[in-house]
């Protein structure tokens, strides 16, 4: 059974560094062709991807906030981790993670599994 | 402003048939497969189809997904208001080297 859950604080302050953790179970991010993402979504608004790291340590980051984010992964503890720096109410969102497994190389992007999500709101 | 474009909102009464298009560029759709995701109110969204029309265990063959071009399209027959929900497609960008996703269309069941 295949399970995400993310976790992390409910509320950040401006201009801080936001770090939110992704624990998994049911799989493992060294089986190839596994992938974790990030996603977010403000409140009443659309899906918006944010990272990605796979099995074999390629990362990837969404290009308007590339220089805000870092996505790490510890195998043995099964977990993913997510750092947004600089943080501003704009960025007040429902953070998910989200599994992809398998798929051809290049055409990756099929969430299969998604955690329940992590509301974060960045106020003063 | 999102990759790829749905409209905003489609409906149709319970029983009927309905579609909602997905409207991409050759760099995402045209060259990437699709993804459909429901999203009911205050619920994580759900993968729907995948691999243009195919669909997870445990998804009812009610839903159905096809691809054309640099669109795609989600149809779902026999509507019901379990239905309900916000729609999103999704694929992957090659020259952007990201995942996009549609703005969401939402149905309603009259």
């Known amino acids: 059974q295949v399970t995400l859950r993310e976790s992390g604080p409910a509320v950040v302050k401006p201009t801080r560094s936001l770090t939110l953790t992704c624990t998994f179970s049911?799989?493992?991010?060294?089986?190839?062709?596994?992938?974790v993402n990030w996603i977010r979504q403000p409140p009443g608004k659309a899906l918006e991807w944010l990272a990605r790291?796979?099995?074999?340590?390629?990362?990837y980051y969404t290009t308007s906030l590339m220089t805000r984010l870092s996505i790490s992964k510890d195998t043995s503890r099964n977990q993913v981790v997510l750092t947004m720096t600089n943080m501003d109410p704009v960025d007040t969102a429902t953070y998910y993670c989200?599994?992809?497994?398998?798929?051809?190389?290049?055409?990756?992007?099929?969430?299969?599994?998604w955690g329940q999500g992590i509301l974060v709101t960045v106020s003063s | 402003q999102s990759v790829l474009t749905q409209p905003p909102s489609v409906s149709a009464a319970p029983g009927q048939t309905v579609t909602m298009s997905c409207a991409g560029t050759?760099?995402?759709?045209?060259?990437?497969?699709v993804s459909w995701y429901q999203q009911l109110p205050g619920t994580a969204p759900k993968l729907l189809i995948y691999?243009?029309?195919k669909r997870p265990s445990g998804i009812p063959d009610r839903f159905s997904g096809s691809k054309s071009g640099t669109s795609a399209t989600l149809g779902i027959t026999g509507l019901q208001t379990g239905d309900e929900a916000d729609y999103y497609c999704?694929?992957?960008?090659?020259?952007?080297?990201?995942?996009?996703f549609g703005g969401g269309t939402k149905l309603t069941v009259l």
């Open positions: 999704g694929a992957w960008d090659k020259c952007l080297s990201n995942a996009v």
């Open positions: 790291i796979d099995w074999d340590e390629d990362k």
């Open positions: 989200a599994r992809v497994s398998g798929g051809v190389p290049g055409d990756r992007s099929s969430f299969d599994y």
């Open positions: 691999d243009n029309n």
């Open positions: 050759a760099s995402n759709i045209g060259s990437r497969s």
């Open positions: 049911g799989f493992s991010l060294t089986t190839s062709g596994m992938c």
